[in-house]
Every structure is written in C-alpha cells, then in structure tokens.
C-alpha cells in the first residue's frame, strides 16, 4: 500500500491542526457551497416538475433521471485519477453555473418545459460524478491518514449540513420567490465554489504527476478494470451490494416524496422533510469519530433496524412536525455508516487506485437509486404515495437482518481496530497477474 505522504511531511501532517490546512480549508467550503447547489437544484427541480404535471410518474422519472449518473461514477473514476484535480473541480462548476441559468432563461421567454427540466437536471448531476471523486482523491493528499477520519467527518458534514439547511430552506424559497427564480440563485453558489476550488494545492504522487496539460485517457479500460478487480473478492464487494438495498428504498422514497409532502403541507413540509435527512446525516456524521471503538458490523445491524422502525412510523404519524423529527432520527445511522465506510476504503485501498476504488464503489451501490425511484413514481401513482413510503423503509430491515447472519459482515471491527486482511483486500495487481481480455 502506497503511503499517503513522505518523510517529514507526514510527521508535520500528523502534529498539525486540520484547521491550520489551508488546502483542506479551501477544499471543504467549496464543498460546502457546491453541495448547496446540489440541494437547491435538486429540491427545485424535482418540485418544478411536480407542479408543471402533478404526476408521481414524473417526478419518480424526474428522480431517476436526477440519480442515475452517480450510479455511472465508475465511468469517471479513471479519468480523475488522470486529469489534474484542481482544474476538474473548476470546469465542473463553471459548466453547471452556465447550465442552471436554462431555466430561468426559458421561463423567461415562455420556452419552460419538462422536457427541458428533465434534460438539465440529469446534466448538472452528471458533471458532479467528476466532482466528488475528484475531492476523495485529492483529500489524503493534503491530509495525513491519522487525520482521514476526522477529514471525512468534516466533509460529511459540510454535505449533511448544506443537504439539511439548503434543502429546507429551498422549501422555504419556493414558496416566497418562486422556483424559477431559485436557480437564478443557484448559479451563484457554483462561480463561488470555483473561485475556493482556484486555490486548492494537491500536492502530487510519487507515481504520476498532476500538471499534465494533456488528457490522457488511452488507458482507460485497463484502468477502470483495476478498480473493479481490487474490490472482487473482498468484503467491501458485499458491503456495496448491502447499500445498494438501501438506496433502492431510498430512491422509492424519493420518487414520492414531492406527492406525499403536497398531501400532507405542500413545498414547505416538502423542503423540511428533505431537511430532516440531511439533519440526521449531518448529527451521524458529527458523531462518527465517537463510535470509532464500536464494531462496524454492529453499527449496521443497530442503526438499520431502529431506522426501519422509525420510517414507518413517521410515514403514519398523523402529525407532521412528528414525521419531520422521526425521518431525521432515521438519517443517523446513514450519517455515521457513510463516514466510516469512506474512511475504510481510504485507509485500505492503495492511493492510486482510490479514485478508481471509491467510484466504483459509488456507482454500483447507487445503480439502484434511480432504479428505485422509477419503480416508485409507477407505484405511487397506483397505489398511493403513503403505502409506497412505508414500502420503501423494509430496505433497512433487509440490511440489518443480512449483516446479523452473515459472520463476517457481523464481526467487521471498529475504525480504531482495522486489520487488512480482515477486509480480504490485496495490492494491485501486477500486470503478469492481470485477467486476459
């Protein structure tokens, strides 16, 4: 396993304060503020698509649409783990400033569809398949690995937290100023995480460089095998395939969401209740590194079967500020598994191969996202958006009860506890061993 640093600075890395990193500092808020495009955006777009047709059917395809490319992030895997970090994370953001003002412009001059709705949305989400792992990679570069949980936690938490602020408070400005005018705001959170992103430094590895000016992609299909054939076989493998049953549920939800909040209070229970997940990832996320001494496998089978418990009931609560706080309760468990499943796979996996690792790991435990919310928008619009809400929370029981049968599943350690032959991982591969195409 590559180290993540050389000589003195992984010493100096160690002693010194996350927050003295200007490098991590610079990265983390434009994550921050990306992520809150993200949230309005998404809450916009889904909730626009809802009011131009009132149909479950759209906006579970809108969904769908909206959470299929980060189920494709293996795609960009190998190409971020090539191209320069830095300049990945501008473009990115210059390219979806451009493309969210569409709309409003189209509004403008009486062109506003679904159709065109439905072409951005998906677009924008696309463009930050290249953002996110970008960010993985470049994180243990300029940070030291005694600091990769805490790192990750700060990261989970700008997410959690813009998903739980902006999501709520793009509820809110709904239904003060309009969704159109929404993405005229939304476009400005993107100029400003370019100009953060600007001055980020990632220091560059041993084995490549990052100042390459020309994109290199002739080994793309080898590269992107690497990845693929590092996680066969190992415990993580079976972890993706877990998640994906969660996501699956999650997508369910999310295609009915918009429908079930217009029954229950319109955008504004809308925004709150996408708040109240992201308020309950953000607390798990803030609680992660306290539960370092807690067996992961343990933490699995708790937190997922309490959440089971808690969705159905805020789906039947008749109150919904009780449905708000119970739905929040039930992201905790999700906020604390993220965090250490990103740092596992950090710690794990050699540095080369981690934009590779981490978006394959992505894309196949979120191929069942859009799937979910496709199916979801059918079912909704046939047998109701409630009873299709509290079908999507027995993704969590499944899980839970999976991780308490299968023995190493059940006994995968603590963060503070990490063996690498407990995880059945292996270096890469070398090219004498590779498959034959």
Do not use: C, K
């Not at 050389?6 to 304060?17: P, Y």
């Not at 210059?94 to 506003?112: N, W």
């Not at 109240?276 to 699995?300: N, P, Q």
Request: hydrophobic letters at 50%; glycine letters at 10%; a neutral charge.
């Amino acid at each position: 396993m590559s180290q993540r640093r050389e000589g003195t600075e992984t010493s100096d890395a160690d002693t010194a304060s996350l927050r003295d990193n200007v490098d991590f500092l610079r990265l983390l808020f434009g994550r921050f503020v990306t992520n809150a495009g993200d949230s309005l955006y998404t809450i916009a777009g889904t909730w626009l698509v809802y009011d131009l047709t009132g149909s479950s059917f759209y906006t579970g395809l809108a969904s769908a649409l909206l959470l299929l490319p980060p189920a494709l992030q293996f795609v960009s895997g190998p190409l971020v783990d090539r191209w320069p970090l830095v300049r990945t994370l501008v473009w990115t953001q210059l390219v979806q400033a451009g493309l969210i003002l569409s709309i409003p412009l189209a509004a403008y001059f009486d062109r506003l569809s679904v159709g065109l709705v439905l072409v951005v949305i998906p677009a924008l989400s696309l463009l930050n398949q290249f953002v996110y792992p970008a960010q993985n990679a470049a994180l243990p570069r300029i940070v030291a690995e005694s600091q990769l949980t805490r790192a990750n936690s700060a990261f989970s938490f700008a997410n959690q937290g813009t998903n739980m602020v902006f999501d709520a408070l793009g509820g809110v400005l709904i239904a003060a100023v309009g969704t159109v005018s929404l993405f005229v705001l939304d476009s400005v959170t993107f100029v400003v995480a370019t100009l953060s992103f600007v001055g980020v430094r990632v220091p560059e590895r041993t084995e490549t460089s990052d100042r390459a000016t020309a994109i290199d992609v002739s080994g793309y299909p080898s590269d992107l095998r690497d990845g693929v054939r590092w996680l066969r076989g190992t415990v993580f493998a079976e972890m993706m395939l877990t998640t994906a049953v969660t996501n699956f549920g999650t997508g369910v939800m999310l295609a009915v969401l918009p429908g079930f909040a217009a029954v229950r209070g319109g955008s504004i229970l809308y925004g709150a209740l996408l708040g109240a997940i992201g308020a309950g990832g953000l607390l798990g996320a803030l609680v992660a590194s306290r539960l370092a001494h807690i067996g992961y496998g343990t933490l699995r089978i708790v937190g997922l079967g309490v959440g089971f418990v808690l969705w159905v009931a805020a789906v039947y609560s008749p109150w919904p500020a009780l449905s708000v706080v119970l739905f929040a309760i039930t992201g905790i468990p999700i906020g604390v598994t993220n965090v250490m499943g990103q740092t596992l796979i950090q710690t794990v996996a050699p540095e080369e191969l981690l934009g590779r690792v981490t978006s394959v790991d992505a894309s196949v435990s979120t191929l069942t996202v859009p799937v979910g919310s496709f199916l979801g928008g059918i079912v909704g619009s046939r047998v109701g958006v409630v009873t299709t809400m509290a079908v999507a929370a027995f993704g969590f029981a499944f899980v839970s009860l999976y991780f308490a049968i299968r023995p190493r599943l059940r006994s995968l350690p603590a963060m503070d506890d990490i063996d690498r032959g407990e995880f059945g991982t292996r270096e890469r591969p070398s090219s004498a061993s590779r498959d034959p195409d």
